[in-house]
């Protein structure tokens, strides 16, 4: 089975790289800038016809939440026109499309982990384009899954543990957000999740499922768990300061709750992600054995 999956560099499309490595029937490509831009429908087009995968993984995405907010026609371009135009060449070739989307097309106000039917309220940018991606993907193609996970962190790329581990490294303390809460997901296990359903079970089960790992946290009890597990491996630790989102200012208003409730995706696909504290040890792990300091391996966001 060929599977083509967008974006370069991106944490999910190097994990999706990594995972689909163990399972031979799989051939991956992916397909990434200059040749393949979200912003160019025509390079989108070109680039997926021309691989004539059995199914596509709609990974690339803008994914810089703050400058979003200074940059609405850049990411509504690539969420929204360029992740239809993504669903729309995988129906052109009559193949089905996993599209990945976020938490943040809540508004974080609920008090309850969200259910795929309630409602989306977007508070936004980021989460705005990323609900009109949805949208737009399940209007252009009918054989679409569209996963929504949270919260995402790996050995690649720019992330919540990368960048605890470099501000250990250079710190005693660090003041952690601890009144937002959620779902920390390996791009690992998302990735595992992706290429089990595009290799078994993709077919008449399309629609919107919610995809993370299990169990939740706040940043400032996900912070501890990376030192934790840093220190057990001889790495940076630091202590945790809990501090309130009011005290943490960002351009865009963070969701205070991004659970997300899995039960849907186990239920239809059998399957439940391991426990975010046992891949959160295992990222440690990995980043400790590389330069975690080095945020140029990242993707800046
Ligand atoms: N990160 C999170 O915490 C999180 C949480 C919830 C949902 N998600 C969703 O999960 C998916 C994967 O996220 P991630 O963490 O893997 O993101 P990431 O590490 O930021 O990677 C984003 C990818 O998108 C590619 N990209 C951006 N603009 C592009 C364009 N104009 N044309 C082509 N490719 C472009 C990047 O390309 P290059 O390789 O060229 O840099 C990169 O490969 C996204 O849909 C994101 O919205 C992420």
């Known amino acids: 089975m060929k599977i083509l999956v967008t974006g370069t560099h991106g944490q999910l499309a190097t994990s999706l790289v990594e995972v689909a490595a163990g399972m031979p029937d799989i051939t991956l490509v992916r397909v990434g800038r200059p040749g393949f831009d979200l912003s160019d429908p025509s390079s989108i087009r070109r680039a997926i016809i021309a691989e004539k995968p059995d199914i596509v993984v709609s990974a690339a995405a803008y994914t810089a939440v703050d400058r979003a907010e200074d940059e609405r026609d850049q990411a509504y371009q690539v969420n929204v026109v360029g992740a239809a135009c993504v669903a729309e060449a995988a129906a052109t070739l009559r193949v089905p499309v996993i599209h990945v989307s976020t938490d943040y097309v809540f508004s974080g106000e609920a008090s309850h982990a969200y259910l795929e039917g309630d409602e989306a309220e977007p508070k936004t940018v980021y989460g705005y384009t990323k609900l009109r991606g949805e949208h737009a993907v399940a209007s252009a193609n009918p054989r679409h899954l569209i996963l929504r996970t949270s919260w995402v962190y790996s050995p690649f790329g720019s992330n919540f543990v990368r960048t605890m581990l470099r501000l250990a490294a250079e710190r005693r303390a660090i003041a952690v957000v601890a009144d937002q809460w959620g779902n920390p997901t390996s791009a690992l296990d998302l990735a595992a999740a992706i290429l089990l359903v595009a290799t078994h079970r993709a ?99």
Do not use: M
């Open 203 to 301: 077919r008449d089960r399309y629609g919107i499922y919610h995809v993370t790992g299990e169990g939740e946290t706040n940043w400032a009890g996900f912070a501890r768990h990376v030192f934790r597990a840093s220190a057990a491996h001889g790495g940076p630790s630091a202590e945790v300061k809990d501090i309130a989102t009011a005290e943490y200012r960002t351009k865009a208003r963070r969701p205070l709750n991004s659970r997300l409730c899995c039960d849907k995706f186990e239920r239809t696909f059998g399957w439940r992600a391991p426990p975010w504290q046992v891949s959160t040890e295992e990222v440690v792990r990995r980043l400790l054995e590389v330069d975690y300091r080095n945020q140029s391996q990242g993707t800046g966001v």
